[in-house]
């Protein structure tokens, strides 16, 4: 006599492999340290973004209307000059001894991105990411509106993996 078989007794996955672990997560530093490089590039990629319309600006009236925004100075008649659009026809302002803001805007926006760029830096080397995230990432100071884009989706990845992985972090 046979006794039937009890398919209660055997589990189906008794013969399955056990699932292999996701590889852990490592990061460069600690929690709190890329909580506050992910601040300092958020702050360095608005600020870099906003200046990066402004030059946009500038370049679109120096270029389309041969004006530039000047704040002080003396026009060729010796009246003085408030602040304002000044036209450059030929290349030559006809104001002395003001501040010419459109230069500035370009000076003030170069030295911001070189920042951003080390922030960018900063951020990655913490998160071991790969070098193409650091391109685009990079990219957003030098294409108009792309820094706003690239900085929400990078805070919502980086909050995401320190959450995810809250012992990844490099221990001293």
Excluded at 3 to 10: A, G, M
Excluded at 11 to 36: E, S, Y
């Amino acid at each position: 006599m046979t006794e039937p078989k009890n398919s209660e007794s055997t589990p189906v996955h008794a013969t399955a492999q056990p699932a292999k672990a996701a590889p852990k997560r490592r990061f460069g530093g600690t929690p709190a340290q890329i909580l506050t490089a992910l601040k300092f590039y958020k702050v360095l990629a608005y600020a870099t973004g906003i200046m990066l319309l402004l030059l946009v600006i500038e370049l679109v009236l120096r270029y389309a209307f041969q004006s530039v925004l000047v704040a002080g100075g003396t026009d060729t008649l010796g009246a003085s000059h408030g602040f304002g659009l000044v036209n450059i026809d030929g290349g030559v302002m006809p104001i002395t001894g003001g501040v010419n803001l459109s230069t500035t805007v370009l000076i003030i926006h170069g030295w911001m991105y070189v920042v951003y760029l080390i922030a960018d830096f900063r951020l990655w080397t913490l998160m071991r990411w790969p070098f193409g995230k650091l391109v685009l990432i990079a990219l957003g100071g030098v294409i108009p509106f792309l820094s706003f884009f690239v900085e929400a989706k990078v805070h919502k990845e980086v909050l995401a993996e320190v959450a995810a992985n809250p012992k990844a972090g490099k221990r001293y």
